[in-house]
C-alpha cells in the first residue's frame, strides 16, 4: 500500500500565505504526477494544480499566479505554496498520485487524507 501524508493547512487571513507538504511512503517502485485538489463544502472536488515526473507544473486558472507547485522526487513530495489566499480557497486540500508496486506494473490511485485550509475575510 501507498501513504499519502498532506501537512500545512490551517486559518490564515485573506492576503496570506500557507505551505502545503504531500509525503509518498510504503512500498512502490515508481509514483506517477503529483497533483493537489480541493473540495470546499456542498461542491464537488476540483483539481487545483499538478507536476509531472519531468517538473511540468499545471494550474486551475482560479490559482493561476498565486499558486505553485513543486515536487521533490527524491523525498517522495509534492508541495503547494499558496499566496494572496482568499476566502474562496477554502476548501479540504488533497495530494493525489498513481503509483506502480512493481517495474511496468499497473498504476494504482492514492489520496491523502486532506489538510484543511480556512481564509478569513
Known amino acids: 500500500q501507498v501513504q499519502l501524508v498532506e501537512s500545512g493547512g490551517g486559518l490564515v487571513q485573506a492576503g496570506g500565505s500557507l505551505r502545503l507538504s504531500c509525503v509518498a511512503s510504503g512500498i512502490f517502485v515508481r509514483i506517477s504526477d503529483m497533483a493537489w485538489y480541493r473540495q470546499a463544502p456542498g461542491k464537488q472536488r476540483e483539481l487545483v494544480a499538478f507536476?509531472?515526473?519531468?517538473?511540468?507544473?499545471n494550474y486551475a486558472d482560479s490559482v493561476k499566479g498565486r499558486f505553485t507547485i513543486s515536487r521533490d522526487s527524491a523525498k517522495n513530495a509534492a508541495y503547494l505554496q499558496m499566496s494572496d489566499l482568499k476566502p474562496e480557497d477554502t476548501a479540504l486540500y488533497y495530494c493525489?498520485?498513481?503509483?506502480?508496486?512493481?517495474?511496468?506494473?499497473?498504476?494504482?490511485?492514492?489520496w491523502g487524507q486532506g489538510t484543511q485550509v480556512t481564509v478569513s475575510s
Open positions: 493525489n498520485t498513481k503509483a506502480s508496486r512493481v517495474l511496468r506494473g499497473p498504476w494504482s490511485d492514492y
Open positions: 507536476i509531472t515526473t519531468g517538473l511540468s507544473a
